[in-house]
C-alpha cells in the first residue's frame, strides 16, 4: 500500500517553461513533506520542504504546495533549465517525537530539453 | 566536512555470501538510516537508528541487521546474500533544522549491490 505517490513517472518540458511535479498521499498522519533531486549515481539532494502548517513555501525557482484537504502538494519550478532534470522524489513524515522517518514516492523523471 | 560516506560504491556477491555495507557521518547527527532503492521504485527504510546503541526496524528489514555502537557508524550488515537483496542502498542521517519537528536529511552516494 503506497503512502507517497507520484503517478506520473516521467514529464518533459522546454527550457523556460514551468515544471510542475504532483505527489499525492494517503496517509492523513503525514504533516512534513519534502522533495529530493536525485542526479544518476548519486545519492538524493535535499531541494525544499513544507510543514502542514502551511500551504506554500518558496525558495528561489522552486515552489512547493501543499493542498491537505486534498492530500496534495506539487513542485513547481520556474524556469526550468537543463540542469533540473533529474529524478524528484517526494518524501513524507509524521512529526512524532524525536525520529521522523521519511516514506517516499517512486519519483519522476524530470527532462528538460534545450 | 565530508557528510555522510558510503563504502563500497560497488560490489557484486555470489548467493550466501556475507558483507557488510558500510556508512559513516562527521556532522554528530543523531539519528541514521539505511534505504534501499530498486529500480522504478522509492527508496524503502531498511532499519534506522536514533543514537548509538539503538536501532530499529524500518519497512523492510529481512536478511539484514544493523549495529550503532558509536554515533558516527552504521553498518548494514547482510549475511546470507540473496538475488532479490540486488539494489541501490543509501544510508542517511538527519538533524532538526527548527526544534518544531522539522528535519533536514543528508544522504551519503550509494552502494550499488549486485547478487548473483
Known amino acids: 500500500d503506497q503512502q507517497v505517490k507520484q503517478n506520473s513517472p516521467s514529464l518533459s518540458v522546454q527550457e523556460g517553461r514551468i515544471s510542475i511535479l504532483n505527489c499525492d498521499y494517503t496517509?492523513?498522519?503525514?504533516?512534513?513533506f519534502l522533495w529530493y533531486k536525485k542526479y544518476p549515481a548519486e545519492g538524493p539532494t535535499f531541494l525544499i520542504s513544507?510543514?502542514?502548517?502551511?500551504d506554500k513555501n518558496e525558495d528561489g525557482r522552486f515552489t512547493v504546495f501543499l493542498n491537505k484537504s486534498a492530500k496534495h502538494l506539487s513542485l513547481h519550478i520556474v524556469p526550468s533549465q537543463p540542469g533540473d532534470s533529474a529524478v524528484y522524489f517526494c518524501a513524507a513524515s509524521e512529526r512524532t517525537g524525536a525520529n521522523s522517518k521519511l516514506t517516499f514516492g517512486k519519483g519522476i523523471t524530470l527532462s528538460v530539453r534545450p | 566536512n565530508a557528510g555522510v560516506t558510503q563504502t563500497p560504491k560497488f560490489r557484486i556477491l555470489k548467493i550466501g555470501q556475507s558483507m557488510t555495507l558500510q556508512c559513516t557521518q562527521d556532522m554528530n547527527h543523531n539519528y541514521m538510516y539505511w534505504y534501499r532503492q530498486d529500480p522504478g521504485m522509492g527508496l524503502k527504510l531498511i532499519y534506522y537508528s536514533v543514537g548509538a546503541g539503538i536501532t530499529d526496524k524500518g519497512e523492510v528489514p529481512n536478511g539484514y541487521n544493523v549495529s550503532r555502537s558509536t554515533t558516527e557508524d552504521f553498518p548494514l550488515r547482510l549475511e546470507l546474500a540473496a538475488p532479490s537483496q540486488t539494489s541501490v542502498y543509501f544510508c542517511?542521517?538527519?538533524?532538526?533544522?527548527?526544534?518544531?519537528?522539522?528535519?533536514?536529511?543528508?544522504f551519503g552516494s550509494g552502494t550499488r549491490l549486485t547478487v548473483v
Open positions: 496517509n492523513s498522519m503525514f504533516d512534513y
Open positions: 542517511a542521517s538527519s538533524y532538526s533544522i527548527s526544534g518544531q519537528g522539522e528535519y533536514g536529511y543528508t
Open positions: 513544507i510543514s502542514s502548517i502551511k
